[in-house]
Structure formats: structure tokens, C-alpha cells
């Protein structure tokens, strides 16, 4: 988790980051520019969050951030309590 504060001290804001760490250095990226902002899902098809940033290849990993999903979902839901990430049936 980073805590983030502006110049004057006045802004706040928190980040929690997933590191998705390659397995060998002779794996591809598990990113690339442009990838900011996809939805990561696990083996099961699960949401685990939503990709942030990466480090690109280089001589010997590759680093990709990951915020997770519960983590932005509870800060969206703050912001906008009526948001659904799947639509809702009407009754």
C-alpha cells in the first residue's frame, strides 16, 4: 500500500498494487504500453483488479502492478453506492 500526499500536503490518496512477477527472465512481458487499464482475471475467470503500470522486460524480470478489485470496487461504491459492476435485474 503507498500513501500519497500533494505538494501542500492537502491532497491524500492511498494505492494498494498485486506485483505480477514473470516466472523466468526467458518469459514474455506480461504487459505492454497500452495494456493500462485491462481487467486481470485469474485461472478461474475471476476479477483479481486492474492493471496499473509495468516495468517492461529487462535483463533478467519483468514487473506488472495490479490494484486489486475489492480495493477500487469499495472506493467506486464511496463515490457512487448505486454502481453495479454487472447489470441488475429489474424485479
Known amino acids: 500500500m ?3 500526499a500533494g505538494k501542500d500536503f ?3 490518496s492511498t494505492s494498494m498494487e498485486i506485483a505480477v512477477h514473470s516466472y523466468s527472465p526467458k518469459d514474455e512481458a506480461f504487459s505492454v504500453p497500452g495494456d493500462s487499464g485491462s481487467v486481470v482475471a ?3 475467470g ?3 483488479g486492474l492493471l496499473t503500470s509495468g516495468s517492461g ?3 533478467s ?3 506488472t502492478y495490479v490494484s486489486p478489485y475489492y480495493f ?3 472506493r467506486v461504491k464511496r463515490a457512487f453506492p448505486n ?5 441488475i435485474a429489474n424485479a
Do not use: A, C, K, W
Not at 83 to 87: D, E, W
Open 57 to 59: 522486460i529487462t535483463g
Open 72 to 74: 477500487l470496487n469499495e
Open 46 to 48: 475471476r476479477i483479481v
Open 10 to 12: 492537502t491532497i491524500h
Open 2 to 4: 503507498r500513501q500519497y
Open 83 to 87: 454502481s453495479h459492476l454487472f447489470p
Open 61 to 63: 524480470t519483468d514487473i
Open 42 to 44: 485469474d485461472v478461474n
